[in-house]
């Protein structure tokens, strides 16, 4: 982990600050659920590590299913919006009450593929729950039920994100350095 560590320029949330966000999350989630069918759709594989902890926090009834999509980006620095899913859900989501577990939302172009896709498999209802929140980066308009933590325009590793697939083991979330992009004059997208 020192290995990694050192190409963290700041740590931005701390293990626990997410512990503790992530059970008031849980708590929530648990309240506005209660009583209901509902099915967690966890986006790979950047959210991985979030629902891990978030079920944990989730002291109702759930199921979880997956869904792995990859975003095409246009330049290095935009997500295009061309989003493919790679791996679909096992199961119908008709009639259940689906709530989305992301890691992060940026320009909002991948979520809002996704759930215009799901909302087409007429689920009882759609929300979204996502860890980290870019809002000045926003570029489609993206309803969020359930928000962990509005960050800055800046690109994050750990904690279940990556940058070129390393990092996402990092139990916090951190800045990365700038000189660890390749090319340094564009910053990092990634699939998910
Ligand atoms: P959007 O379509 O621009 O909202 O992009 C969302 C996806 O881009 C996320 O699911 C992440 O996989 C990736 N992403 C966006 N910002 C970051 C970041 O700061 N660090 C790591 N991945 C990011
Ligand atoms: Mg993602």
């Known amino acids: 982990m020192a290995d990694l560590e050192k190409d963290i320029a700041k740590i931005l949330i701390t293990r626990e600050q997410l512990q503790a966000r992530i059970a008031e999350l849980g708590k929530a989630i648990s309240r506005d659920y209660a009583g209901k069918d509902l099915l967690l759709v966890c986006v790979l594989k950047g959210g991985v590590l979030f629902l891990g902890d978030l079920v944990r926090e989730i002291h109702i009834p759930h199921s979880i299913d997956f869904m792995a999509i990859s975003s095409y980006a246009g330049a290095r620095t935009e997500s295009s919006g061309v989003v493919r ?78 940058y070129n697939e390393l990092y996402r083991n990092l139990p916090f979330v951190g800045v990365l350095k700038p000189e660890m992009y390749t090319n340094l004059n564009e910053s990092p997208t990634t699939g998910s």
Not at 86 to 102: F, H, K, P, Q, Y
């Open 85 to 162: 899913i790679l791996m679909d859900l096992n199961a119908s989501i008709e009639g259940r009450n689906v709530l989305i577990v992301e890691d992060i939302i940026d320009t909002g172009r991948t979520l809002s593929y996704i759930t215009e896709n799901l909302r087409t498999r007429n689920p009882a209802s759609l929300k979204i729950c996502t860890l980290l929140n870019k809002p000045s980066r926003r570029e489609v308009k993206v309803t969020v039920d359930f928000v962990g933590f509005d960050i800055p325009n800046e690109f994050v590793v750990g904690y279940g994100l990556d």
